[in-house]
């Protein structure tokens, strides 16, 4: 069964500070693996979406890495600002038979922005 | 709307009683998802309907979870005879591909905040 392992589970850092959050997942047979931010009271918006076959996504202060043969992935944010004060989830995508592609998630890191 | 919806947006129930969440995905895809987030977890996958395609129920907890989708639009996650561990986020999920297409991402609901007291 997947796993997929979040740290840290929450982060503080001053604006302007840049950082990094690291998922690691047990089964590396993966399709693709996102980050997504969740903010409180409110859905997941994707960030960054990374194919088996990349190594890494970028946009705007947002790079994501994927190692998939040690199944692990790293999301780095550049000039961290108090609005990128949310949860982070990582999630990984595996063939579950029949057509379905499921998503297993981490418990995320809730990252705070002090100004 | 542009975005998935849920309904409703906060749901206080007894336990013992049924209740329905209802999902509206975006207009035009063929995949959704239920998932389910309880304090302190990760989302936890609950059932997927690709098309006209038997739906994926492997993630259901228990056989008081069921789901619909009616049209091959709108969702109804039931769940009977609440109890108390069944209070958490229930977020819907749609894709525009089910299939083999890996680039395609979920777009996600607000959720729905279920109480069992």
């Known amino acids: 069964k997947q796993e997929v392992t979040q740290i840290p589970a929450a982060l503080s850092v001053p604006e302007g500070e840049n950082l990094v959050l690291n998922c690691s997942f047990t089964?590396?047979?993966?399709?693709?693996l996102q980050w997504f931010r969740q903010d409180p009271g409110k859905g997941l918006t994707s960030l960054l979406l990374i194919q088996s076959s990349q190594r890494e996504q970028t946009s705007g202060r947002l790079n994501a890495s994927l190692d998939k043969s040690s199944g692990r992935s790293t999301l780095y944010i550049a000039a961290s600002q108090p609005g990128d004060s949310a949860t982070y989830l990582c999630?990984?995508?595996?063939?579950?038979?029949?057509?379905?592609?499921?998503?297993?998630f981490g418990k995320g890191t809730k990252l705070s922005v002090i100004p | 709307g542009a975005g998935v919806s849920q309904s409703p947006s906060n749901k206080v129930t007894e336990k013992g009683k049924d209740v329905e969440l209802r999902c509206d995905p975006i207009?035009?895809?063929?995949?959704l998802y239920w998932y389910r987030q309880s304090l302190g977890q990760g989302l936890e996958f609950l059932i997927y309907f690709q098309g006209n395609s038997a739906p994926d129920k492997s993630g259901l907890p228990s056989d008081r979870f069921s789901a619909e989708r009616t049209g091959g639009s709108v969702s109804t996650l039931t769940i009977q005879r609440t109890q108390q561990e069944d209070s958490a986020v229930y977020l819907c999920a749609s894709r525009k591909s089910g299939g083999a297409l890996r680039g395609d991402t979920q777009y996600f609901g607000p959720g729905t905040r279920l109480t069992v007291l």
């Open positions: 999630a990984v995508s595996l063939y579950s038979g029949a057509g379905s592609y499921q998503l297993t």
């Open positions: 207009s035009g895809h063929t995949a």
């Open positions: 089964d590396s047979a993966i399709y693709n």
